[in-house]
T-cell receptor, first 113, second 114 residues
Framework: AQSVTQLDSQVPVFEEAPVELRCNYS??????LFWYVQYPNQGLQLLLK??????LVKGINGFEAEFNKSQTSFHLRKPSVHISDTAEYFC???????????FGKGTLLTVNP | ETGVTQTPRHLVMGMTNKKSLKCEQH?????MYWYKQSAKKPLELMFV???????ENNSVPSRFSPECPNSSHLFLHLHTLQPEDSALYLC?????????????FGEGSRLTVL
């Protein structure tokens, strides 16, 4: 079985500050990892994904994430956030023969002026 | 046309009503999904369709009845719902069911059951 823990339910930051949204996963098989973003009143959009290869993956809108197998983490980072980054961010995992996604509960990122 | 379109965006229904949610994808994908999003809970996968055949029913109550007439269209028929069924229902698609991590979502249908 797989599980995802997003350690912070809410993260408030000021505009132009760096941000890190934390995600830990549990799985007994090799994993694929994903971050999705949900802007207000919209569906989810794929932000970035780790399937294999380089552990540092870059996504849209200046976000990046690093896969750390020893710490079973896949934290999302952005060096300087904008007001428009205010949204809910979901970490998700799939792996092995279980191709379906298991989502975390989400982290609400609020960027204040 | 946007990739995945859901209608209606908002729906209010009584417990004895029958209504349907519609989803259409214009991406040429072969797999389609229904998810339920409730406050403070992870997204719950409800149904999976691959080449219009249902491959997964995640223990969803029978008051939710999916229909997939072709790979581009997906419906969720609703009847005798309960107030706890109030949620955002999201449709998604992927190129193949084995690429279920790379989902394209619609904007969702916000359902309120009175």
């Amino acid at each position: 079985a797989q599980s995802v823990t997003q350690l912070d339910s809410q993260v408030p930051v000021f505009e132009e500050a760096p941000v890190e949204l934390r995600c830990n996963y549990s799985s007994s098989v090799s994993v694929y990892l994903f971050w999705y973003v949900q802007y207000p009143n919209q569906g989810l959009q794929l932000l970035l994904k780790y399937l294999s290869g380089s552990t540092l993956v870059k996504g849209i809108n200046g976000f990046e994430a690093e896969f750390n197998k020893s710490q079973t983490s896949f934290h999302l980072r952005k060096p300087s956030v904008h007001i428009s980054d205010t949204a809910e961010y979901f970490c998700a995992v799939s792996g092995g023969s279980n191709y379906k996604l298991t989502f975390g509960k989400g982290t609400l990122l609020t960027v204040n002026p | 046309e946007t990739g995945v379109t859901q209608t209606p965006r908002h729906l209010v229904m009584g417990m004895t009503n029958k209504k349907s949610l519609k989803c259409e994808q214009h991406l040429g994908h072969n797999a389609m999904y229904w998810y339920k999003q409730s406050a403070k809970k992870p997204l719950e996968l409800m149904f999976v369709y691959n080449f219009k055949e249902q491959t997964e029913n995640n223990s969803v109550p029978s008051r939710f009845s999916p229909e997939c007439p072709n790979s581009s269209h997906l419906f969720l028929h609703l009847h005798t719902l309960q107030p706890e069924d109030s949620a955002l229902y999201l449709c998604a698609s992927s190129q193949e069911v084995t690429r279920a991590g790379e989902l394209f979502f619609g904007e969702g249908s916000r359902l309120t059951v009175l």
